[in-house]
């Protein structure tokens, strides 16, 4: 069983919000970042979030996206706002083993901003 699951992606209108959930399976694995990719282009990190909720995000979704993390679901979001055309991608839920310290990906959400 894949560990990770993504889910909440689909059409949006421009400027519009979506919110992308992914729900980790099994212990000691600790979601952390949520990563895009656009058609033709390479998987780049969207947004990050540590153990102590520090968050980072990449210039182009800072103010418009957020990430967050419900440690008693062991579930990961990322709340997107005002969305562009641009943003069209697969998102990815990226987590870290805590003892193993392999990374895991789930298989991706699509997520299309269009009229």
């Known amino acids: 069983q894949v560990p990770l699951v993504e889910s909440g992606g689909g059409l949006v209108q421009p400027g519009g919000s979506r919110r992308l959930s992914c729900v980790v399976f099994g212990t000691n694995i600790n979601p952390r970042s949520w990563y895009r990719q656009a058609p033709g282009k390479e998987r780049e990190l969207v947004a990050t979030?540590?153990?102590?909720?520090?968050?980072n995000y990449t210039d182009s979704v800072k103010g418009r996206f957020t990430i967050s993390r419900d440690n008693a679901k062991n579930m990961l979001y990322l709340q997107m706002n005002n969305l562009k055309p641009e943003d069209t991608a697969v998102y990815y839920c990226?987590?870290?083993?805590?003892?193993?310290?392999?990374?895991?990906w789930g298989k991706g959400s699509l997520v299309t901003v269009s009229s």
């Open positions: 979030i540590t153990s102590g909720g520090t968050t």
């Open positions: 990226n987590a870290l083993g805590a003892i193993t310290g392999r990374n895991y």
